[in-house]
């Protein structure tokens, strides 16, 4: 368990990252990010052999006034497959799930929440 007391709201950012290898490509978190909801990561479901992103910990009590957030570890289960078997991803090895080569940070989207809007950044 975890007491985080300045949570901020930021908006989510997404991310793709492409294989140099194969033609798997991702759009995920990539960083573990934190709002209201919890905290997503990306994971490496060994099943799907995708990238995929998890809740890894769920709120567990909330002081808005105060600022006081209470995170709790989760198992990450894959939204595919439905199962846990996998990893949080190494975005610092960047590692295909399919071919295991090194993948690429190829562009940054930084979606606001309620206006559908996107704002798209090419890296
Ligand atoms: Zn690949
Ligand atoms: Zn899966």
């Known amino acids: 368990m975890k007491l985080l007391s300045s ?3 930021e908006m989510p950012e997404y991310r793709t990252y492409k294989c140099t290898s194969c033609s798997y490509s991702a ?5 573990k990010q934190t709002d209201f909801n919890g905290s997503y990561e990306t994971v490496n479901c060994k099943k799907c052999k995708i990238l995929i992103d998890c ?3 769920e709120p ?3 002081d808005e006034f ?11 289960v894959c939204l595919v497959c439905n ?9 610092q090895t960047s590692k295909c799930p399919k071919c295991n080569s090194k993948m690429e940070l190829t562009r940054l ?12 950044k090419i890296i």
């Open 7 to 9: 949570l901020k709201y």
């Open 55 to 57: 809740l890894t910990e």
């Open 27 to 31: 759009d995920v978190v990539g960083f």
């Open 60 to 62: 567990i009590a909330i």
């Open 83 to 91: 199962e846990s078997d996998n990893e949080i991803w190494d975005v």
């Open 66 to 76: 105060e600022g006081i957030y209470l995170l709790s570890p989760i198992l990450p």
């Open 109 to 120: 989207i930084i979606k606001p929440n309620d206006f559908g809007m996107d704002e798209i």
